[in-house]
Each structure stands twice: as structure tokens, then as C-alpha cells.
């Protein structure tokens, strides 16, 4: 099943080229009073809800898809968690970029760990990339993302795949410099998710998965999850060394070679195998 949010906040399923509104299902999750709890209440009931928005797509408004505004699948994210330099060929473009430029020492995933992206970054693709800071060089970043489904602790890369409950294409963009990753990747609009959440299981296996970032005609980003130095069963058991995971955390799990510049006008066409399209326009600030 692929699930999106859409205009000024519907929820979706996406079925061919066509968005059937079901947000009526939404009034079947519970009321909450303040303070809440953690994780996204959508994606925390989603597997009650789920037999629910398959009938209710039945018979839901349909709209075709390119007439719709997508949104972030995910409405109210908690941590978004991120894996630097987690494809071999990525490393090595950034520790000689880095020797030009005299920043800092670019370490390993196995040295500097997983970091995290504010969550008043994400946006979804229909809301576009605003390029502040534009005196600055900005990058793309494709990557696989991973949504958790379920809260969870201390878990074991054999199990860790049972707790997401889905898929996407995650931008991390980027301002290049030294500072923090937990400030250059926070901007604004520079956590893109998109275009819709393929469930887990219709998404499958996320260890061998062909992906693509172009701008114009021109291919920028190409590459095979396979070469994911941590894969997704990795990144979750190490995440959840360090922070309980929470329904609808996102984990960006790392970008591949190919990270190059961005500039208002662009238009990024992204692609992974078994989710689909995204494009996300550049514009100024
Ligand atoms: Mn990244």
C-alpha cells in the first residue's frame, strides 16, 4: 500500500496514477490530550487502521496525481536520523573534497556514529527546497528512508526490520562548510520526504535497491542500497543503542557518491526501485 498526505493536509492512498482521499479514516484515531505522547499518531495506529483506509479507497475521491500538492508522509515527526558518509565510494568524494577545501577530517560512520536532523526541517515534495544561506554552496542527497512503525529499544539487526513500516526517498540536503551536520542539515525545507510511504511490505527487501537522482537530463546520483556501508537492519540496531525509536522516526540511511551543488530554478528528479518518482524544485529564499 502506498500512503501519502496531501494539499492542505488529506491523507491518501496512491493507486496507479491517481490519490483516493480517505481521510475519513483519521476520526478513528483516538483524542489526545495534552502533554502527548511520543510519535507520530497516525503511524502509531497505522496497522489498526489499515483494513479501514483499503475499504475506505474503495470508494474515495480520486484525483489524478500530478494535479495534487504531496506533503511529508509523515505529519509529526519526532527524530529524523541521519547516516554520514554510509556508501564506501561517498567516503572517499568527501575526504578529497575536504583535503581542498581544509575542512575538517571526514571520519567513518563507525567513528562519528549516526546523527540527527531537526524535525522542523522535513517537508514533502510538493513544497520544494528553499535554498538559504544561498551564499553558500547547498547539495543533494538521495537517500533510502526508513519509517519506523513500532516503539522500540536495544534492537537486534535480525528483528530490526519488523519495526519499520515503511519506505520512502529522502532528500538531506546540505550546506557545505564546518559546522555541526546537526546545523547544516537542518535548514528549513533541507529534509525532503516523499513522494508516499510504500509499506514494508509491499516495499520487501532493502538490502538490494536501485536509486537515481537527476537534474535536467543529467544523472547525478546512481546507485544500489547494496553498497550501504550500515544497511537499514545496521542503522536501526545501532539507533536504537542510543535513543528508543519511536513511530515515524525517519532514518536517511546515507547518500552514495555523486553529491553535487544545487541552485534556485533546479528541479531534482529522484527515483528509487519499488516506491517511484519525486521531484523537488529548488527555489530562492
Ligand atoms: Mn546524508
Same mark, same amino acid.
Given at each position: 500500500m502506498r500512503i501519502c498526505r496531501f494539499d492542505e493536509g488529506l491523507l491518501g492512498v496512491v493507486d496507479g496514477g491517481e490519490v483516493v482521499?480517505?481521510?475519513?479514516?483519521l476520526a478513528r484515531l483516538p483524542s489526545q490530550t495534552w502533554p502527548y505522547p511520543p510519535g507520530d499518531l497516525f503511524i502509531s495506529h497505522f496497522s489498526e487502521l489499515r483494513s479501514a483506509i483499503e475499504e475506505a479507497a474503495k470508494s474515495?475521491?480520486?484525483k489524478p496525481i500530478e494535479q495534487v500538492r504531496l506533503l511529508s508522509p509523515i505529519g509529526n515527526p519526532g527524530k529524523l536520523i541521519g547516516a554520514p558518509v554510509n556508501y564506501k565510494l561517498h567516503l @572517499?568524494?568527501?575526504r578529497a573534497d575536504s583535503e581542498i577545501h581544509n575542512d575538517t577530517k571526514i571520519l567513518t560512520i563507525h567513528e562519528c556514529g549516526v546523527f540527527l536532523k531537526a524535525n522542523s526541517s522535513l517537508v514533502g515534495p510538493g513544497e520544494g527546497v528553499v535554498s538559504t544561506?544561498?551564499?553558500?554552496r547547498i547539495d543533494h542527497e538521495i537517500e533510502l528512508a526508513a519509517i519506523i512503525g513500532k516503539p522500540c529499544r536495544n534492537v537486534s539487526k535480525d528483528d530490526a526490520l519488523s519495526y519499520v513500516v515503511g519506505y520512502a526517498i529522502g532528500l538531506d540536503m546540505t550546506?557545505?562548510?564546518t559546522e555541526d551536520r546537526s546545523l547544516r542539515k537542518s535548514l528549513d525545507t533541507f529534509s525532503v520526504l516523499g513522494p508516499w510511504m510504500v509499506t514494508a511490505d509491499e516495499f520487501g527487501d532493502p538490502s538490494s535497491v @536501485?536509486?537515481?537522482?537527476k537534474i535536467g537530463e543529467v544523472s547525478?546520483?546512481?546507485a544500489n542500497t547494496r553498497d550501504l556501508i550500515l544497511n537499514v537492519a545496521d542503522l536501526i540496531e545501532y539507533a536504537s543503542r542510543a535513543y528508543t525509536l519511536q513511530p515515524g522516526d525517519v532514518i536517511m540511511t546515507g547518500t552514495p557518491e555523486g553529491v553535487g551543488p544545487v541552485d534556485p530554478g533546479d528541479r531534482m528528479d529522484c527515483w528509487i526501485d519499488g516506491i517511484g518518482k519525486m521531484s523537488v524544485s529548488v527555489r530562492a529564499a
Open positions: 482521499d480517505v481521510t475519513g479514516v474515495g475521491a480520486r @572517499d568524494e568527501a544561506w544561498a551564499d553558500r550546506v557545505r562548510g @536501485d536509486f537515481e537522482l547525478r546520483q546512481k
